[in-house]
């Protein structure tokens, strides 16, 4: 499975942004996904995950509330919607994918991992 991240950007404190991750190679269906961060000098840290039939999903504390995970098996896409972004949020997202449907907040479980796309919020 080949994932690819893309959108990523420039945007100010308060702004949105929807992240998608495409995979390739085999149907998401088979798999939860998870996005992860890591800011500069920081270790990467669990944002978000999705079941693969996207009937539970799981936040990070510090996202609740502003971003909203999902996924279009169809499309073989999964999304993370951002909004009420703030400067802290400003790091590399990695998209992952994961066969177990258990420890959606850990990224030593994910199978595959994308190669991330950048987000930065200004003040």
């Known amino acids: 499975v080949q994932l690819q991240a893309s959108g990523g950007g420039l945007v100010q404190t308060g702004g949105s942004l929807r992240l998608s991750c495409a995979a390739s190679?085999?149907?998401?269906?088979?798999?939860?996904m998870g996005w992860f961060r890591q800011a500069p000098g920081r270790e990467r840290v669990f944002v978000a995950a999705?079941?693969?039939?996207?009937?539970?999903?799981k936040y990070a504390e510090s996202v609740k509330g502003r971003f909203t995970m999902s996924r279009d098996n169809a499309k073989n896409t999964a999304y993370l919607q951002m909004n009420s972004l703030q400067p802290e949020d400003t790091a590399v997202y990695y998209c992952?994918?994961?066969?177990?449907?258990?420890?959606?907040?850990?990224?030593?479980?994910?199978?595959?991992w994308g190669q991330g796309t950048q987000v930065t919020v200004s003040s």
């Open positions: 992952a994918a994961m066969y177990r449907t258990y420890g959606l907040d850990r990224g030593a479980l994910y199978d595959y």
């Open positions: 190679g085999r149907t998401l269906g088979s798999f939860a």
């Open positions: 999705v079941t693969w039939s996207g009937g539970a999903t």
